[in-house]
C-alpha cells in the first residue's frame, strides 16, 4: 500500500497557499534556524550547558508537517525538539529560558534542552528516551478517539528510532485500532554516528507501512510544501476515522549530533550537497519566482525574526534561576498546587 | 603508566580482547565512533567488526542477544550508551539473565558484562544523569560492580569478563577524565565481591562507592586537618554481593557509620548496609547510622538545583562533624 512519492503535491499545495500563508512557513523556518544558531552561540559561552541537539537543516519537516494540523492537534517529539516545539506555537522566549535552565522556562528549568513540553499549544514533548515517544502518541490517539474527539496526533522520531520495539508496538497498534496518528520519521541519515543502512534492514523506512497496512509516504524534508501536502492528506485521513500514516521525510541535520560532536563520520562533500538543497532557501528562490516583489516582505521577516531571538536571549539571561523550593514541587500530582 | 579511568577501562577491553578469542564489544556506535565516552576506541582497528559490533538503538536486543551468545560459551561486554537506557532492556536483564542458571537447574550458564556509564554531574538532567544500581542490588543470579579508581575500574573489568555469571559494570561518567592513577604493568585483577579501605581512621567511618568516594576522602582530609578526626573510609566496589565482613568490621572498629552514595536515599544500597550493621553490629554503634545521598527527586536539568540534589563534599563534612559530635 505504499504510495509513489507524489512529485505534484508540492506544487498544488503551493498553488493552495497564498502568499501570506508561504511566508508564514518561511518565518517559522527562518525563526528555528534563527534561533538554533543563536542556541549554538550560547552554548559556546557556557550560557547553556548539557546535551543539546540541534535542528538546523530539518526545519522543512517540523514547519510543513505542524502547519497541516489544526492548533489543537497534538505534536509529540525526541530530544531534537526545539524545531517542533517552536513551530507548534511555544514562545522562543519560554524555549530559550527553558535552555537556559531558567525558571521562566517551559519546564521552569527542571528539564532544559531534551524535556520541552507546552501544554498550552499541544506540545505533548520531547523524549530523550530514543523511540519512547511513539507508545505516547498511540495513548493520545486512543484518548482522541476514546472521547470522540476529532483532533490527531503527530509523532516525530529519528531513523533511529525504528530498530527500537516499540517502534513495531507502537505502529502495530495503530493500525489495528485504526488511531488517528501520524508517524513522521526524520530520515537524516545517521542516529549518532550510524549511517541507517547499517542500522535498519530496509532503508526504504516508509516500507515499513506496508506490513502495518498503513499508508507509507517518502516525501524530500527539504521541501516545506512536499511535507505540509503529505501531511495535510495524513490528517485528513486520521479524523476521518481511517487511522494512522507513516510518512518518511528524507532530510539533513547541518550540525553534529549534539553540541560535542564533531561529525567526523561524514564528509564535508556530503554537507555541501546538502546546503545547497536548504529548505529556507528552496521556499525563498519559489516565492521570489512567482512574485519577485516577494523579496522586500522576507527580507521583513527575517528582520522581525531577529528581533524576536535577541528578545529571546534577553529574557532568559534576565531570568531567575528556579529557587531550591521549587525541587519537590512536581514530583507527585496534588490538589494543593 | 599513568591512565584514566576511562583509559583503564579501554586497557581493560583491549586486553581481555587479546586474552580469549571468546570476549567481544557490542552497543550503540561502540566500533567507528569509539563509543559515545570514547571508551572503545581503538577496539575496532584492533579487533575488526566481527568483534567489536555496532549495534542500531536496540537496547532489548542488545542484552537478549548477548545472553544469547554468552549462553554458548561467548563472553560479551555489552554497552548502555547511558546507564539510564538500561531500563529499556530490564527484562532481559532480570528476567532472562539473572534467572538462566538457576531455570536450567545449572545447565547452562550466562557469562556477560554489562558496561553502564552513570552518574549526574553533567547536567544530563533527568535521562542522562541516573545511577540506577539498586534496580539491580536485589536481583539474585546478578552480579553488580562499581569501580571508583582507574585501578579498580581495569581490575575489576578484567573478572567481570572472567566471571561465568552476568555483571552489571557501573562506571561513572564524571570520573572518565577527572582521576588518574599509576597502572602496573601486566596483567592484575580486582576480585569481585571485597571491598577495599582507602582510609583507616578511628573516629568514624564512612562507607562509600563509586563516584562519592572522591568526595568522601577529601571530606575526611578536610576534617582530619581542621580538628584531627581520624574518619575511615570504605569503597564497597562491589554492590552484588556486597562484603559484610569489611562493612561490620570498620562499623565495630569505630562505632559511627556515614554512608554516602550519589543514587537517591529512599531504596538505595546504603539502606541495605544499614540494615546489615543494624542486625549485626548494633551492640557496638556510638550513634545513630546516617546517609548522605542524593535528595529523593529527579535530577533537576537547573545546575544549581542539580547541585543542590546532589552529594558533595561539604554535605560529607557537615555530616562528619554532626555525627562526631553524637
Ligand atoms: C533508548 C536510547 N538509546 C540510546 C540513546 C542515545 N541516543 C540519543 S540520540 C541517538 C541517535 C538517534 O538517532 P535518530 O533517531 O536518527 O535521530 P537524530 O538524532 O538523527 O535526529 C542515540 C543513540 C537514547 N537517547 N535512548
Ligand atoms: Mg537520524
Known sequence: MALERDKHAAERARLTLGEGELGELYRRMVLIRRFEDKVAEMYSRGKITGFCHLYAGEEGVAVGAIYALYDKDYVVSTYREHGHCLAKGASARSVMAELFGKVTGLSRGHGGSMHLFDQTVRFMGGYAIVGGGLPLAVGL??????????????????DGALPQGAFHESLNIASLWKLPVIFICENNFYGMGTMVQNAVSQEELYHFAESYKMPGVRVDGQDVLEVYAAVTEAATRAREGDGPSLIEAVTYRYR??????????????????????DPIKNLRRRMMQANPGAEARLETIDREVSEVIDDAVRFADESPEPGLEELGKYVYSSEQE | ??????????????????????????????????????????????????????????????????????VLGMRPVLEMQFGDFISCAFDQIVNTAATLRYRHGGQASCPLVLRAPSGAGVHGALFHSQNPEAWFTRVPGLKVVAPATPYDAKGLLKSAVRDDNPVIYFEHKRLYRSIKEDLPEGDFTVPIGPAELRLEGRDLSIITYGGTLHQSLDAARIVEKEGGLKVEVLDLRTLLPLDREAILATARKTGKVLIVHEDRLTGGIGGEVAAIIAEHAFDYLDGPIRRVCALDAHTAFSPPLEEYILPNTNKIVEAIRELAAY
Open chain 1, 141 to 158: 490517539g486512543l484518548s482522541c478517539q476514546y472521547k470522540e474527539e476529532p483532533e490527531v496526533v503527530c509523532c516525530f522520531f529519528g
Open chain 2, 1 to 70: 603508566m599513568e591512565a584514566t579511568y576511562l583509559k583503564a577501562i579501554n586497557q581493560a577491553l583491549h586486553e581481555e580482547m587479546r586474552r580469549d578469542d571468546n570476549v567481544f564489544v557490542m552497543g550503540e556506535d561502540v566500533g567507528e565512533l569509539g563509543g559515545a565516552f570514547k571508551v572503545t576506541e581503538g577496539l575496532l582497528e584492533a579487533f575488526g567488526e566481527d568483534r567489536v559490533i555496532d549495534t542500531p538503538i536496540s537496547e532489548t536486543l542488545i542484552v537478549g542477544a548477548g545472553i544469547g551468545a554468552a
Open chain 1, 256 to 277: 553534529g549530533h549534539s553540541m560535542s560532536d564533531p561529525a567526523e563520520y561524514r564528509s564535508k562533500r556530503e554537507e555541501r550537497i546538502w546546503q545547497e538543497r
